[in-house]
């Protein structure tokens, strides 16, 4: 009897609850700018990378992005070896000083594809800018191998 009542009252709550559940495609259409961001940083994570950029798609095309999205959207075509369209996102914002880590992506990108005087050239525009010293080492690495 116990058993019996224990299970109708939990059925009857999920029944219940599951009432004031929103559809996840109302929710994901009423996502703000800060949500769409963290979803995608999150699918970053999870190495799932398509998704992410479907995410950052749509906060461009709703809220328009910011230089650390532009950054993050150049790396995700880089790791889905989409070298043009990262190189196109990273030169997007060479012209502005405040991502220095940008010319660290572009010799990342120029190494991955054997173009090493172009490499070359980025890195040493970011061990010539205002940027971490963990940064400049990992550019230095680079330079040296």
């Known amino acids: ?3 019996v009542v224990l299970f109708v009252f939990g059925i009857s709550s999920i029944f219940v609850n599951a009432q004031h559940i929103r559809p996840i495609k109302d929710v994901a259409e009423k ?3 800060n949500d ?3 979803i ?3 699918l970053v994570q999870e190495r ?3 998704p992410a950029l479907d995410y950052y798609q749509r906060l461009e095309n709703e809220h328009g992005l910011q230089n650390q999205d532009i950054l993050a959207v150049g790396n995700l075509h880089y790791l889905l070896r989409n070298y043009q369209q990262a190189l196109s996102y990273f030169q997007s ?4 000083s405040e991502v220095p880590e940008v010319y660290f992506e572009i010799g990342k990108l120029y190494m991955t594809q054997g173009e ?5 050239e980025a890195f040493n525009q970011l061990l010539g800018n205002k940027s971490s010293s963990n940064l400049k080492n990992r550019a230095r690495n680079y330079l040296s191998n």
């Open 1 to 3: 009897m116990r058993f």
């Open 31 to 33: 996502l703000e700018q």
């Open 36 to 38: 769409l961001r963290l």
């Open 40 to 42: 995608a940083e999150r």
């Open 48 to 50: 799932q990378y398509l």
């Open 93 to 96: 914002l060479v012209s502005q």
């Open 116 to 120: 090493y005087d172009q490499a070359k």
